[in-house]
């Protein structure tokens, strides 16, 4: 029997499960998706077996992530709703679902763990926020989940009412970050930079600036500043961003990722 299953292997199931292969055996795991070509090719490429159907996957473990979006969840309720147990630990990565709702469709004793991870789980460097009612769950079940999530990335676990902030502050917000390197590489290829160039200078920094948050504690202002000397180039980038609406631009952009994981169910 395996421990860990996955219903869809999308962008995200996919990351997940080639985290999980860093931790668990691939012996331990199965999935399945409603395409059968996908199935046969993430078989191939990662030796990890798949079920024929969702209910099999289901009943073939104890750990069932729902990796679907939410306009499926519904049918993929109606075909596991039969099989899963109170012995189940299922784990949501839907935006808008909630652990009421799940409970609800799937039974009053079912155990549910809400999440919301993000693609850069392919690489290990994933952020994910979980939130669940640890009462419920034995120490060892606790392990698991904490260990499942680590294999990608960090995890961090919040009240459920943060969840839909979460998807801004991490689900979502990869697109955003994508789109600024972009930006800054058009911006420096205007004046000559090769592309590849520009993308890997880019993104080189992209990373590095998030490495000196997380790992010098120091606030993001702080280390803004240590980079804007006086009457310097920064400085001047800097007044440029505040004119034309850069932190407002967020804001509004995380005001409309939240309003939509809101009302997506």
């Not at 952020?127 to 499942?148: A, C, D, Q, R």
């Not at 979502?172 to 590489?185: D, G, K």
């Not at 800097?238 to 509004?252: D, H, M, S, T």
Request: aromatic share 8%; glycine share 8%.
């Amino acid at each position: 029997m395996a421990k860990i299953g996955f219903i869809g292997m999308g962008n995200m199931g996919y990351a997940m499960l080639k985290g999980a292969l860093n931790v668990f055996d691939k012996d331990e795991i199965i999935f399945c998706d409603a395409n059968e070509t996908r199935m046969n090719q993430v078989t191939e490429e990662t030796g990890v077996r798949h079920a024929e159907s969702n209910a099999e996957c289901a009943n073939s473990v104890k750990y069932l992530v729902l990796a679907v979006k939410p306009q499926f969840y519904d049918k993929v309720i109606k075909n596991i709703v039969n099989v899963v147990t109170s012995e189940h630990v299922i784990i949501s990565i839907a935006p808008g679902i909630t652990i009421k709702y799940l409970v609800d469709e799937l039974g009053f004793d079912s155990r549910i763990v809400r999440a919301m991870p993000n693609t850069p789980a392919l690489l290990g460097a994933g952020m994910t926020g979980i939130s669940y009612n640890p009462s419920l769950f034995t120490v060892t079940e606790k392990e698991v989940i904490e260990k499942f999530f680590s294999s990608f990335g960090k995890v961090r676990v919040v009240d459920e009412k943060l969840m839909s902030a979460v998807t801004c502050a991490s689900g979502s917000s990869p697109a955003y970050v994508y789109m600024f390197i972009e930006a800054m590489a058009d911006s420096v290829v205007k004046y000559g930079i090769p592309r590849d160039a520009a993308y890997e200078m880019v993104a080189q920094t992209v990373m590095g600036s998030a490495k000196m948050v997380l790992e010098t504690k120091e606030h993001p202002g702080r280390l803004k500043d240590n980079v804007c000397s006086p009457a310097g180039t920064t400085i001047a980038g800097v007044a440029a961003l505040e004119e034309y609406g850069f932190r407002n631009a967020i804001i509004k952009a995380t005001d409309a990722c939240y309003d939509r994981a809101e009302n997506m169910k």
